[in-house]
């Protein structure tokens, strides 16, 4: 099964907001609203912000959102700070027999 | 406050057999409705799943590590393993053991995300 698709690198100014893509298909992201999306900082594991494509965890800040449209889901970061600075990862339940895939991983940049 | 730590050795021959531990601490594996999983990241950052496991240890695999991989569950040590079969390069990575809440009853409401991770463990598979 292949993974889920992101850009490699997305950056943005502090105070903007960027938005990281997440393709899938019919199979995944297309039918199932078992988004989910971390953050992963050097050297750190990955850390949940995003649940159920839009829901997010208590102490998540709510600069950060999520949102689905059709095969695709995105992570919305709204007034970008300097600690944003990281690799963001989605997840999809699948129903292929694997249950759970990722994408790829964008690197957000503060510039 | 969960928190995971997995244990295991660091480098291993290619054809070898890799085995990690996971201990739960915090609280008992059974509780919370939650399935206990193996994610591993490649260098260079591509995520995998492995595979997970139920407390009553049903347990679901990659289709592409079926043949190899093996989760088991230890209630009375409130740990959960992995062993893998005849690893080669390919299966260098860190591995990760997580708390993935597949729907349902989980307590914590995360509803489909890992939202517990050990620190990861770093295996090398040298020829």
């Known amino acids: 099964q292949s993974a889920l698709i992101q850009p490699p690198s997305v950056s943005g100014s502090p105070g903007q907001s960027v938005t990281l893509s997440c393709t899938g298909t019919?199979?995944?992201?297309?039918?199932?609203?078992?988004v989910s999306w971390y953050q992963q900082s050097p050297g750190a594991a990955p850390k949940l912000i995003i649940y159920?494509?839009?829901n997010r965890p208590s102490g998540v800040p709510d600069r950060f959102s999520g949102s689905k449209s059709g095969t695709t889901a995105s992570l919305t970061i709204s007034g970008l700070q300097a600690e944003d600075e990281a690799d963001y990862y989605c997840s999809s339940y699948t129903s292929s027999s694997t249950y759970v895939i990722f994408g790829g991983g964008t690197k957000l940049t503060v510039l | 406050q969960v928190q995971l730590q997995e244990s295991g050795p660091g480098l291993l021959k290619s054809s070898q057999t890799l085995s990690l531990t996971c201990t739960v601490h915090g609280d008992p594996i059974s509780s919370g409705g939650y399935y206990w999983t193996w994610i591993r990241q490649y260098p260079g950052r591509g995520l995998e799943w492995i595979g997970y496991i139920y407390y009553n240890g049903d347990a679901y695999y990659n289709p592409s590590l079926k043949s190899r991989l093996t989760i088991s569950v230890d209630r009375t040590k409130n740990q959960f393993s992995l062993r893998l079969n005849s690893v080669t390069a390919a299966d260098t990575a860190v591995y990760f053991c997580?708390?993935?809440?597949?729907?349902?009853?989980?307590?914590?409401?995360?509803?489909?995300?890992?939202?517990?991770w050990g620190q990861g463990t770093t295996v090398t598979v040298s020829s």
């Open positions: 997580a708390r993935y809440c597949s729907g349902g009853t989980c307590d914590s409401g995360h509803q489909f995300g890992v939202d517990v």
């Open positions: 019919r199979s995944d992201v297309g039918s199932y609203n078992r």
């Open positions: 159920e494509v839009n």
